[in-house]
């Protein structure tokens, strides 16, 4: 099993830039990709960007060009970037773990092992 907990939330300006990491625990980490979802009030948890073992990755197409995931192997840790921030981004980012056989998915429902989330606000 992998657990997942995001730290690096809090306030940023519009436009600034803000990274999020999620350090993974437990002895697996080789046999997930991990991915970032985040949920703003009132709205639907929401795909944000997705990273297999092997550094390959895909992004939602509405965040693409602005935000990027990293991952550290040797850390167990994956990175979400986010550049170019607009108030539309704040939310809760959750990140979670994703077996490797359902690489490429979207659905929240296909994630598993969820971390508590961490909140990001972006003033305008």
């Known amino acids: 099993q992998v657990q997942p907990v995001e730290s690096g939330g809090g306030l940023v300006q519009a436009g600034g830039s803000l990274r999020l990491p999620c350090a993974a625990s437990?002895?697996?980490?080789?046999?997930?990709?991990m991915g970032w979802f985040r949920q703003a009030p009132g709205k639907e948890r929401e795909f944000v960007a997705a990273?297999?073992?092997?550094?390959?990755?895909y992004v939602s197409d509405s965040m693409k060009g602005r935000f990027t995931i990293l991952r550290d192997n040797a850390k167990s840790t994956v990175y979400l970037q986010m550049n170019s921030v607009k108030p539309e981004d704040t939310a809760v980012y959750y990140c979670?773990?994703?077996?490797?056989?359902?690489?490429?998915?979207?659905?929240?429902?296909?994630?598993?092992?969820w971390g508590q989330g961490t909140q990001v606000t972006v003033s305008s």
């Open positions: 437990g002895l697996t980490f080789s046999r997930y990709a």
């Open positions: 990273i297999s073992w092997f550094l390959t990755t």
């Open positions: 979670a773990a994703l077996p490797a056989a359902a690489w490429g998915t979207t659905r929240y429902d296909d994630f598993d092992s």
